[in-house]
């Protein structure tokens, strides 16, 4: 059954009858610091379970917690780049559940005075997205299921966290995936989380309920979880919405109940995982482990000093000073190292519309591909300042076009600099015009319509004859000296 | 009392219910007391004494995870072996 949308709303086959959805989404971001949130253990991803535990995060009885300085400099610079208001006093509170990855019984983290509220991102179509608030908290254990019974793994546990809350301001699947690209570049660009998805360091639930079109307030919303990617929380919008609709047209209202629901990529459904427990039930207190903590201007104005320009300004100003396409300035700046990269090698080869063509033909091709082993540009061993050398010998001639590219690929596989390659494929080898030209005239002598051609105006005819004295040259000539060996020659016998 | 034994996941007989809940009644009596304080203009606080301790994010070495394990009710591949728990944390 498939669903007609008119902007916002969704339209019902059954009944024709126009709904809106209301969305908001709770995203959880690890910050990155070198050990836990109140312990020296280190974090890791990856490391053999329970290797990076201590007694205090695996809760043992008198050990006592003490707050990492770089969580608070990193969240309250993630604060500031996200446009929010950080709180001068602030401090921990216990949220009390019991689950076996959980060793204390409860999970610190912020309630009432969380660190920092306010701010938002503006997405594409002018939307603001209002975040309600921002808190730290710890992370809890790793759990796998097996038939044996549940594994857990306590290396996770006490990893520091920033959960963000957004107020209810999306309408649209492909809104919640705009904010969750542009909130993850951001955090990347502050360089406050790398936010890499598949390593658990961003973690996205959604809340979303649905209404007719024009009827006053909310219904209730359901939250939906295991969403492991941004994919995941669009395709899990786009079934959990005509779901509650569907829902609604058949049992009228009270037809959805407040309750936590699973994602099953799988199945694409999203399925009943328990009836949320009230806020009450958490029974929050503050942490009598935890000082209260004040966040001081001197705090304050240091991280501010260290914010970065942000995508948003970036792209902005890669189209208005550097002359780029909206296209090209939203590719280059698809993350921190390829901006940072870009620009580098823009200031020093003088050129950013040739350097933002070969960084996104070349390099980001190279890496997209694996044909270079880099998990991002930062990685490369061909530098932004081996870019700009190849610009600059292809604009004075002393590269072609061709070799240039040849010789940026020979440099991305084997990892040498610039001028050992160019030696190694022989492009500084010079050729000759008395060489040049007798390829050409044996080329010309193989291809006899082309002089025809030529003389008669067509001189794209000339390409035919190019090809061969470019093998012959072994693809050191330079493309546009034989076009003018063989014009001069044309011409000349004419 | 059927509430609070839920939420620590503790399955309490209908004798200990009856049992306890006079015990808890008393606990929660003497809580009483800081209430009948008077705070007139005394402001909130959520601790007392200590303020802003911090340390560097400096990594400090951390359990032989077999210490640990040794204190764990079962264990199965370096892992704390529980029963199966459906649903998930938060
Ligand atoms: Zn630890």
């Known amino acids: ?494 | 009392m059927r509430e609070t034994a839920d939420l620590a996941r503790l399955d309490l007989s209908d004798e200990e219910c009856a049992r306890l809940e006079p015990e808890l009644d008393s606990i929660l009596e003497h809580f009483k007391a800081l209430s009948e304080l008077d705070l007139e203009g005394v402001e909130g606080t959520a601790s007392v004494g200590l303020q802003d301790v911090t340390r560097p994010d400096v990594p400090q070495g951390s359990m032989d995870p077999e210490t640990l394990l040794a204190r764990a009710p079962r264990e199965r591949d370096s892992h704390y072996q529980v029963p199966r728990a459906v649903g998930g944390s938060e």
């Open chain 1, 1 to 494: 059954m498939s669903w007609e949308r008119d902007g916002h709303v969704w339209i019902s086959p059954q009944t024709g009858a126009r709904w809106v959805p209301t969305i908001g989404l709770e995203v959880h971001a690890q910050l990155s610091t070198k050990t836990k949130l109140f312990c020296g253990c280190e974090v890791s991803f990856g490391a053999p379970p329970n290797t990076h535990t201590c007694p205090v995060c695996t809760g043992q009885p008198g050990a006592l917690p003490v707050l990492n300085e770089a969580v608070l400099e990193l969240a309250v610079r993630a604060a500031l780049a996200l446009g929010a208001d950080v709180a001068r006093e602030t401090h921990f509170d216990r949220k009390n559940y019991f689950y076996c990855d959980l060793p204390k019984n409860f999970q610190t983290s912020q309630y009432d005075h969380p660190f920092c509220s306010g701010g938002g991102i503006e997405l594409s179509s002018g939307v603001f997205v209002r975040l309600n608030r921002i808190h730290m908290e710890e992370d809890a254990g790793k759990t796998m299921h097996t038939e044996a019974g549940s594994l857990v793994d306590l290396n996770r546990a006490g990893v520091p966290l920033i959960e963000s809350v957004t107020e209810a301001d999306l309408s649209s699947p492909e809104d919640a995936y705009e904010y969750l690209t542009r909130f993850r570049e951001i955090l990347q660009f502050a360089g406050v989380s790398t936010a890499d998805m598949e390593k658990g360091e961003l973690r996205c639930d959604v809340n979303v309920s649905v209404r007719p079109e024009g009827e006053e307030g909310l219904r209730t919303k359901v939250e939906v979880k295991n969403l492991n990617s941004f994919r995941h929380v669009q395709s899990s919008l786009e079934h959990e919405i005509p779901r509650q609709v569907a829902a609604y047209e058949a049992e009228g209202a009270g037809a959805v109940v407040q309750e936590t629901r699973l994602w099953d990529p799988d199945r694409e459904e999203t399925r009943t995982m328990r009836v949320k427990e009230g806020e009450s039930d958490y029974r929050y207190f503050p942490c009598p482990d935890l000082p209260e903590l004040h966040l001081t201007e001197e705090l304050i104005e240091s991280q501010r000093a260290l914010l970065p320009e942000l995508p948003k300004e970036r792209r902005a100003r890669y189209q208005s000073e550097l002359g780029l396409s909206e296209y090209d300035a939203g590719v280059l700046t698809g993350s921190r190292a390829t901006a940072d990269y870009f620009e580098e090698a823009a200031e020093r080869s003088g050129d950013p519309k040739a350097t933002a063509n070969w960084v996104s033909n070349e390099l980001l091709r190279a890496l997209g591909a694996g044909e270079v082993k880099a998990a991002s540009l930062a990685e490369l061993s061909f530098r932004p300042s081996d870019l700009s050398l190849v610009i600059q010998k292809a604009a004075s001639g002393e590269l072609h076009s061709k070799g240039a590219r040849e010789l940026v690929r020979e440099c991305l596989r084997t990892g040498e600099g610039v001028e050992e390659t160019i030696q190694s494929l022989g492009l500084d080898e010079v050729i000759d015009d008395s060489q040049l030209e007798a390829w050409c005239e044996e080329a010309l002598e193989a291809n006899p319509r082309v002089r025809d051609e030529v003389l008669a105006g067509n001189a794209k005819a000339l390409g035919a004859c190019i090809g061969p004295v470019m093998k012959a040259s072994g693809g050191k000539a330079d493309p546009k000296r034989i076009t003018e060996v063989l014009k001069g020659l044309i011409e000349g016998s004419s």
